[in-house]
């Protein structure tokens, strides 16, 4: 799992002083990869969405790589 990769760096991970990533930080991260939506698309796509507080995200993932994500703003948004 990559946060456990991420809790097992040292002091100066980089060579140039890094700091080593906090345990708060790392169950932040859990937490919001736990947030993620992967779904099918009927074109043959994968989209990733997730909320962050004001912000939805989507992100369109093909053979190729992500082509590309959809943004907007949830502030003042109302919903009907």
Same mark, same amino acid.
């Given at each position: ?14 060579? @140039?002083?890094? /700091?080593?990533?906090?345990?708060? %930080?790392? *169950? ?8 993620? =939506? %992967?779904? &099918? ?5 994968? *989209?990733?969405?997730?909320?962050? &507080? ?5 992100? @369109?993932?093909? /053979? ?7 943004? =907007?703003?949830?502030?003042?948004? /109302?919903?009907?």
């Amino acid at each position: 799992e990559a946060c456990a990769a991420l809790a097992a760096l040292p002091e100066n991970w980089d060579s @140039y002083g890094a /700091k080593p990533i906090a345990a708060e %930080v790392i *169950q932040a991260a859990r937490g919001f990869l736990g947030s993620l =939506w %992967v779904v &099918p698309r009927s074109d043959g796509e994968v *989209q990733i969405e997730f909320a962050i &507080p004001g912000m939805d995200v989507e992100i @369109y993932v093909n /053979k190729g790589g992500v082509r590309g994500a959809l943004l =907007w703003s949830t502030q003042g948004a /109302k919903e009907t």
